[in-house]
């Protein structure tokens, strides 16, 4: 077929020349570069979130302190959440699932490789659109679960939501196109032999939560949508006067809301799942388990969104509902624990910076989940919530637990990424900063909690007892931000002068250790059979029971390489992306500007439709 | 080649439903429409039997589309699973949500 | 065995993959199992404040019942037609396939043409709009977005005729056509969800 070039090893597209790499990293639809284009992105965003939180922090190290206004600082908590969770932890979760799950489920792209850049384009546009908002002056203030009524234009006439409830929606849209891709790439794209059962544990939490964001997306889609037109159209969903309830937002955004906390949480227990048994030397202990868990951890996900919200009254019988089953939750991520360290008992170790991180992981994952149970309970909750105790609590489990599981991912895959191992006394030099950091800025936080600190204060009087607790958190953060320095510094050396690292430098069990680092553009010069989980180690190493390596395959011919073919680069998701962009940000400046991209996004869907519909005849094989 | 291969997809997706089926499908569905909008006329039916009767009637069309016109019935059970497990979910919550805004549809309202 | 045949398979044609599937179809049914969330938000959303208005007018006010139901009878027959049309599309018979693909968009159009009266009725007879009472804003948003769903369909289907017509569509996409129609099915049944919630039920 003409739209599917044939792969030719050893030729370069035309990328010699500076425009040329650039035309083609746009125009690209390889799961791998658009999985470099995420991670990249993201740990950008990951920064800028970063800052945000750093300059709370210096505000709030002194009682009465004047750096930034109450204003200010409104959007700066709004803005660093709203970055570290749509910008950050989930771009940085999607740019694993781009580059690793074709590669672990032995497939040569993803399913839709097109929508795939679609996806990437869109969520550039979203993020940038979002941010766009400093420019002028008009960051978004309402909190990133941004209640309504709160963000009406009653209480909220600027623009500042606005830019909050357009980029959401945006992102939004580019999350549900993945979720759908990575859905069918994970049902349907998986190498001859690869039974569910025999699917790596990373892929496995990666498959729940494409399905958490294709069904938990739509309800804040709703959501957004009844903001929008109330904003824009003067419906009436948010305005208790007509009467409205002020509950309608909050029981809609956490119905997305809970399930987007796992959606932060399982591709990072994925990881962990990952690189704890390749430093073990040993599967991992009772990994059907490990998946069953998953599943019920995100089936059980969409009963428990109600236990945000006991603060509210909404009575015992819904109270008691929800606080059960928030309970109940807690024993399938407890049974994950377990499998953890039964993984590492009996283990022969190996501490690498990966598995550090992925104990990080571990012990801070617990501790976050043990005051996690607490809130469960609605009496222990009144006393916690919107106090500094739930902040500590969430950062426990997103930043100790999200944070923590895919550095270990950086460290575990970027020599099959960029071929070259990252330099192993850095890596530790970061893990430990970054460990005593984030526990001197957040355990505190606790205690500053419990003697009645609420969160979302821009400042406190001198005489509240607060004092000491918050400077030692200012320093815990410069602390982690130091640890970033080293992280950055490693990657600047690796690029320069790193370690060759070879097919498998880690001596790993899954798929995509056997193949080159970096991969070739076509991953498997011939699809794998899958016999295993753990194929992979059990080709190079027998099972253990005198069971004899497997044979080595016959080496792949040419013509084998030859006849591979792989689909060709497409600008039309960038232009449709863009268009979308130019439609959505309409909103804000005039309806014509909505009515012309809305036209264009129409025909841009058209042509990139027609793209693959009926190539040149007579080209066929 | 190509074309053979076409012919051998298109019966893969056909299912065994025959042009017979669909129209007796469509006649029963227009049966069903007809019924619901004849039991709102009903005079004094109790509201609780208007409501359900509704309900199980919509159900029913409901699930004639999906079995047949859009051929879940035939199809491979992981179709059947990717839309029919969204669709329980959904339910479930509109259920909760009606529950937490004490809006049921059984019982009569106050005005 | 099947494995190997759905490998062999896989080979030729990039959309089938593994499990004999196609990726397009299973893509389709995926989102439509997300489109369920969707239109259950709202749905939920319009019970949850069904009633609640603090003025008129209500639902009871406004309904115009046999035009909704004639909509509703409409959307069926469009299904009727799209099936049709699949298994003209399944014998190569292109011209009837596009014929019925086109008597069912025009029929979607219809169902619109009749929504479009139905709201301008609401705005101008009964001054019932957006912004004016709970029901409106949740009447028009639920039912608008299922409108514009349809009209979406519409296109998407008269995007097919032209392509019946150029000579550009026959039996071998018939996949294509397929995920169509079951996107207008989809459509068809929230409207079944919502005739029978939103306007029948009192």
Same mark, same amino acid.
């Given at each position: 077929?003409?739209?599917?070039?044939?792969?030719? =090893?050893?030729?370069?597209?035309?990328?010699?020349?500076?425009?040329?790499?650039?035309?083609?990293?746009?125009?690209?639809?390889?799961?791998?570069?658009?999985?470099?284009?995420?991670?990249?992105?993201?740990?950008?965003?990951?920064?800028?979130?970063?800052?945000?939180?750093?300059?709370?922090?210096?505000?709030?190290?002194? =009682?009465?302190?004047?750096?930034?206004?109450?204003?200010?600082?409104?959007?700066?908590?709004?803005?660093?959440?709203?970055?570290?969770?749509?910008?950050?932890?989930?771009?940085?979760?999607?740019?694993?699932?781009?580059?690793?799950?074709?590669?672990?489920?032995?497939?040569?792209?993803?399913?839709?490789?097109?929508?795939?850049?679609?996806? $990437?384009?869109?969520?550039?546009?979203?993020?940038?659109?979002?941010?766009?908002?400093?420019?002028?002056?008009?960051?978004?203030?309402?909190?990133?679960?941004? $209640?309504?009524?709160?963000?009406?234009?009653?209480?909220?006439?600027?623009?500042?939501?606005?830019?909050?409830?357009?980029?959401?929606?945006?992102?939004?849209?580019?999350?549900?196109?993945?979720?759908?891709?990575?859905?069918?790439?994970?049902?349907?794209?998986?190498?001859?032999?690869?039974?569910?059962?025999?699917? =790596?544990?990373?892929?496995?939490?990666?498959?729940?939560?494409?399905?958490?964001?294709?069904?938990?997306? =739509?309800?804040?889609?709703?959501?957004?949508?009844?903001?929008?037109?109330?904003?824009?159209?003067?419906?009436?969903?948010?305005?208790?006067?007509?009467?409205?309830?002020?509950?309608?937002?909050?029981?809609?955004?956490?119905?997305?809301?809970?399930?987007?906390?796992?959606?932060?949480?399982?591709?990072?227990?994925?990881?962990?799942?990952?690189?704890?048994?390749?430093?073990?030397?040993?599967?991992?202990?009772?990994?059907?388990?490990?998946?069953?868990?998953?599943?019920?951890?995100?089936?059980?996900?969409?009963?428990?969104?109600?236990?945000?919200?006991?603060?509210?009254?909404?009575?015992?019988?819904?109270?008691?509902?929800?606080?059960?089953?928030?309970?109940?939750?807690?024993?399938?991520?407890?049974?994950?624990?377990?499998?953890?360290?039964?993984?590492?008992?009996?283990?022969?170790?190996?501490?690498?910076?990966?598995?550090?991180?992925?104990?990080?992981?571990?012990?801070?994952?617990?501790?976050?989940?043990?005051?996690?149970?607490?809130?469960?309970?609605?009496?222990?909750?009144?006393?916690?919530?919107?106090?500094?105790?739930?902040?500590?609590?969430?950062? $426990?489990?997103?930043?100790?637990?999200?944070?923590?599981?895919?550095?270990?991912?950086?460290?575990?895959?970027?020599?099959?990424?960029?071929?070259?191992?990252?330099?192993?006394?850095?890596?530790?030099?970061?893990?430990?900063?970054?460990?005593?950091?984030?526990?001197?800025?957040?355990?505190?936080?606790?205690?500053?909690?419990?003697?009645?600190?609420?969160?979302?204060?821009?400042?406190?009087?001198?005489?509240?007892?607060?004092?000491?607790?918050?400077?030692?958190?200012?320093?815990?953060?410069?602390?982690?931000?130091?640890?970033?320095?080293?992280?950055?510094?490693?990657?600047?050396?690796?690029?320069?002068?790193?370690?060759?690292?070879?097919?498998?430098?880690?001596?790993?069990?899954?798929?995509?250790?056997?193949?080159?680092?970096?991969?070739?553009?076509?991953?498997?010069?011939?699809?794998?059979?899958?016999?295993?989980?753990?194929?992979?180690?059990?080709?190079?190493?027998?099972?253990?029971?005198?069971?004899?390596?497997?044979?080595?395959?016959?080496?792949?011919?040419?013509?084998?390489?030859?006849?591979?073919?792989?689909?060709?680069?497409?600008?039309?998701?960038?232009?449709?992306?863009?268009?979308?962009?130019?439609?959505?940000?309409?909103?804000?400046?005039?309806?014509?500007?909505?009515?012309?991209?809305?036209?264009?996004?129409?025909?841009?869907?058209?042509?990139?439709?027609?793209?693959?519909?009926?190539?040149?005849?007579?080209?066929?094989? | 080649?190509?074309?053979?291969?076409?012919?051998?997809?298109?019966?893969?997706?056909?299912?065994?439903?025959?042009?017979?089926?669909?129209?007796?499908?469509?006649?029963?569905?227009?049966?069903?429409?007809?019924?619901?909008?004849?039991?709102?006329?009903?005079?004094?039916?109790?509201?609780?039997?208007?409501?359900?009767?509704?309900?199980?009637?919509?159900?029913?069309?409901?699930?004639?589309?999906?079995?047949?016109?859009?051929?879940?019935?035939?199809?491979?059970?992981?179709?059947?699973?990717?839309?029919?497990?969204?669709?329980?979910?959904?339910?479930?919550?509109?259920?909760?949500?009606?529950?937490?805004?004490?809006?049921?549809?059984?019982?009569?309202?106050?005005? | 065995?099947?494995?190997?045949?759905?490998?062999?398979?896989?080979?030729?044609?990039?959309?089938?993959?593994?499990?004999?599937?196609?990726?397009?179809?299973?893509?389709?049914?995926?989102?439509?199992?997300?489109?369920?969330?969707?239109?259950?938000?709202?749905?939920?959303?319009?019970?949850?404040?069904?009633?609640?208005?603090?003025?008129?007018?209500?639902?009871?006010?406004?309904?115009?019942?046999?035009?909704?139901?004639?909509?509703?009878?409409?959307?069926?027959?469009?299904?009727?037609?799209?099936?049709?049309?699949?298994?003209?599309?399944?014998?190569?018979?292109?011209?009837?396939?596009?014929?019925?693909?086109?008597?069912?968009?025009?029929?979607?159009?219809?169902?619109?043409?009749?929504?479009?009266?139905?709201?301008?009725?609401?705005?101008?007879?009964?001054?019932?709009?957006?912004?004016?009472?709970?029901?409106?804003?949740?009447?028009?948003?639920?039912?608008?977005?299922?409108?514009?769903?349809?009209?979406?369909?519409?296109?998407?289907?008269?995007?097919?005729?032209?392509?019946?017509?150029?000579?550009?569509?026959?039996?071998?996409?018939?996949?294509?056509?397929?995920?169509?129609?079951?996107?207008?099915?989809?459509?068809?049944?929230?409207?079944?969800?919502?005739?029978?919630?939103?306007?029948?039920?009192?």
């Amino acid at each position: 077929m003409a739209t599917q070039a044939a792969f030719m =090893p050893g030729s370069k597209v035309a990328t010699e020349t500076f425009w040329g790499t650039v035309w083609s990293w746009l125009t690209t639809v390889d799961h791998k570069r658009i999985g470099i284009l995420y991670g990249t992105s993201a740990f950008i965003f990951f920064l800028v979130g970063g800052i945000e939180a750093l300059i709370m922090r210096v505000q709030l190290a002194r =009682p009465d302190n004047t750096l930034v206004s109450a204003e200010r600082f409104n959007e700066l908590f709004t803005m660093h959440g709203t970055t570290m969770i749509f910008l950050a932890v989930m771009p940085l979760s999607a740019a694993f699932f781009n580059y690793m799950i074709p590669l672990m489920i032995g497939a040569r792209d993803v399913a839709f490789p097109r929508l795939n850049a679609l996806s $990437y384009w869109i969520f550039l546009s979203g993020a940038l659109f979002l941010n766009s908002s400093w420019l002028f002056g008009l960051a978004p203030d309402g909190g990133w679960f941004g $209640y309504a009524n709160l963000t009406t234009s009653q209480f909220s006439p600027r623009h500042t939501i606005d830019f909050w409830m357009l980029g959401l929606q945006i992102l939004g849209v580019s999350s549900m196109l993945a979720g759908f891709n990575f859905l069918v790439t994970i049902i349907n794209m998986r190498a001859p032999g690869m039974t569910l059962m025999r699917m =790596p544990v990373f892929v496995w939490m990666s498959f729940v939560t494409q399905f958490l964001l294709v069904l938990a997306f =739509p309800a804040i889609t709703v959501a957004l949508i009844l903001l929008m037109f109330d904003r824009f159209f003067g419906t009436l969903f948010y305005a208790p006067a007509a009467g409205a309830d002020p509950l309608l937002w909050q029981h809609l955004f956490w119905i997305f809301g809970h399930p987007e906390v796992y959606i932060l949480i399982l591709p990072a227990m994925g990881i962990v799942s990952e690189v704890l048994p390749t430093f073990a030397r040993k599967p991992l202990f009772g990994a059907p388990v490990v998946i069953y868990s998953g599943i019920t951890i995100g089936f059980f996900g969409f009963g428990v969104w109600s236990h945000h919200m006991f603060s509210v009254g909404m009575g015992p019988v819904a109270d008691s509902a929800f606080s059960i089953a928030t309970m109940l939750i807690a024993v399938p991520t407890g049974v994950k624990i377990l499998n953890w360290i039964g993984t590492l008992w009996g283990g022969s170790i190996r501490f690498r910076t990966p598995l550090y991180f992925a104990l990080g992981f571990i012990a801070m994952f617990t501790m976050g989940g043990l005051s996690g149970v607490m809130h469960a309970s609605p009496p222990v909750d009144l006393q916690q919530t919107d106090s500094y105790f739930v902040v500590a609590h969430f950062h $426990y489990v997103l930043f100790g637990g999200s944070i923590f599981g895919l550095f270990g991912g950086i460290y575990y895959w970027w020599p099959k990424i960029n071929g070259k191992l990252l330099d192993e006394r850095l890596g530790l030099w970061h893990f430990w900063l970054m460990m005593i950091g984030f526990n001197v800025t957040f355990f505190p936080q606790h205690y500053l909690g419990l003697i009645g600190m609420p969160r979302r204060i821009y400042t406190y009087a001198p005489d509240l007892g607060w004092n000491f607790w918050n400077m030692i958190s200012t320093i815990g953060a410069f602390l982690i931000a130091v640890s970033l320095l080293f992280f950055i510094a490693n990657v600047w050396r690796t690029m320069r002068s790193g370690k060759i690292a070879g097919n498998d430098p880690w001596d790993a069990r899954t798929l995509e250790w056997a193949i080159p680092s970096p991969p070739p553009v076509y991953n498997f010069a011939r699809v794998p059979h899958v016999h295993d989980r753990d194929d992979f180690w059990l080709e190079k190493h027998g099972d253990g029971h005198g069971g004899a390596p497997r044979p080595k395959p016959t080496p792949v011919t040419a013509a084998e390489i030859a006849s591979i073919h792989m689909p060709s680069p497409s600008f039309w998701p960038l232009l449709l992306a863009l268009a979308m962009a130019v439609m959505i940000s309409g909103l804000m400046i005039s309806m014509y500007q909505v009515i012309v991209g809305g036209l264009l996004t129409l025909y841009l869907m058209y042509k990139f439709a027609m793209e693959l519909h009926r190539p040149a005849e007579g080209h066929g094989h | 080649m190509a074309d053979q291969h076409a012919v051998a997809a298109t019966h893969e997706g056909g299912g065994h439903a025959t042009v017979r089926t669909y129209v007796n499908v469509a006649i029963v569905l227009a049966i069903i429409t007809a019924v619901e909008v004849a039991t709102l006329y009903v005079p004094g039916i109790p509201n609780f039997l208007l409501v359900s009767s509704l309900l199980v009637m919509s159900a029913i069309k409901f699930f004639l589309v999906v079995g047949f016109f859009m051929h879940l019935r035939y199809d491979h059970p992981i179709l059947r699973a990717l839309f029919v497990g969204p669709l329980i979910i959904a339910i479930a919550i509109i259920i909760a949500v009606m529950a937490l805004f004490s809006a049921f549809l059984l019982l009569p309202r106050p005005h | 065995m099947a494995d190997h045949a759905a490998a062999v398979h896989a080979v030729h044609d990039p959309n089938i993959g593994n499990t004999g599937l196609d990726n397009r179809k299973m893509g389709m049914w995926a989102f439509l199992g997300s489109d369920c969330m969707f239109f259950g938000s709202l749905i939920g959303t319009y019970l949850a404040y069904k009633g609640k208005s603090l003025s008129g007018p209500g639902p009871h006010d406004v309904f115009d019942i046999p035009l909704t139901s004639y909509s509703a009878a409409l959307l069926l027959a469009s299904s009727l037609t799209m099936v049709l049309a699949l298994a003209n599309l399944q014998q190569n018979r292109v011209k009837s396939a596009a014929r019925w693909l086109l008597v069912t968009a025009l029929l979607g159009l219809h169902f619109v043409l009749n929504q479009v009266y139905e709201f301008t009725t609401f705005v101008l007879h009964h001054d019932l709009k957006l912004s004016t009472n709970l029901f409106g804003s949740s009447f028009f948003v639920l039912t608008g977005f299922h409108g514009a769903h349809v009209t979406g369909g519409v296109i998407w289907l008269l995007i097919l005729v032209g392509l019946a017509w150029r000579r550009q569509l026959d039996a071998r996409d018939y996949t294509k056509v397929e995920i169509a129609g079951l996107y207008w099915h989809f459509v068809d049944i929230v409207w079944i969800a919502i005739f029978t919630v939103i306007y029948l039920i009192p």
